[in-house]
Structures are given as C-alpha cells and as structure tokens.
C-alpha cells in the first residue's frame, strides 16, 4: 500500500475524486483508498473480493469486467491505478485505450508493475507461459504504448528492493510464491 500511497498522493488525487482500481484482486488498494476519501471502484474479471476488515466493498466498489472493456462512462474518472495488472493483460493496447477514454481531462494513469530491467533477456521471460512474470514490461515497448494513447510518462521509479523485500515476506508466510 505504500505505493498505492505514493501514487496517489503524486498525482495529486485525494478526497472527492473517482479512481479505478484495474485489476483490484482481493481489494486491499479500494479499501485503502476509501479510507482516503476517494471513491475507489475496483475492476477486475475474476469476483475475488474477500471480506476484511475496513470500508465494504458494495456492487459499485466492485466491477467485475476486462479491462480492455471498461463498463465506465468516457471521461468520468480522475485516476486509474494499475497495480501489477498490466502485464497480466492479454491485450495492454486495448486497455490502455480504455483508461484514456474513462479518464477526465488531466487524469492520471498511475502504474506500478514488473518491468524488465535488462530488455535484452526480454524472450527468455515471455517464453515462460502462465507464469506472472511472462507478460513483464519492457519499458520502451510500454512508453511507445503510452504514447499512442496520448501518455505521458511523469515518473518512472524502480522498486526492486520493495518487490524483494515483499516477496521474500510472501514466501515466509506462505511457504513459496
């Protein structure tokens, strides 16, 4: 949640504004945001709210749907979020034209995912299938995309330590990834 944070809070979004959460899994990036203020509305194809402590998830909060077709109306929202969902995306230029077509004037589009810090070793990685690293961003590849659709790339940080750091808690609580 400490990037959730820091995007949200980068792109200046807050109190009173609409985010989707694309590809919000359980949930835990809507509930924070509405502990923010925010009216966070997670989208995802698969129903796997589960229920947790803190704000309820209800029907608006929670969409089932593809991201590459967004049942948002065109220019209804301040901000998306993709939180390590677009390169689990079959088809990242078609959702991609979806956020820029639900986002307001002067939204954000806020990212944080796998990218490949060596591209060149790029083929290895995308040939291992049904692995959640097969669809890892090349970061080129993602900033021509952006540009398409009229993005811009404001920041762009690397927080590898964090993923280590999460994945080596993940696989201490769960036994393995």
Sequence with gaps: LELTA??????????????????????????????????AIGIDCEPRIEKKPGPCLSSRSHIVASAENLPIPDCSVEGVLAECSVSLLEDQDAALKECARVLKDQGRLMITDLYARQPDAIAHVRALKRSCVSGMIVRTELEARLALRGFTVDLWEDHSQALRESAARFIFEHGSL
């Design 6 to 39: 820091r995007a949200v809070t980068f792109a200046g979004l807050g109190a009173a504004t609409t985010v989707i959460d694309l590809g919000c899994g359980s949930g835990d990036s809507v509930r924070y945001l509405r502990t923010l203020g925010i009216d």
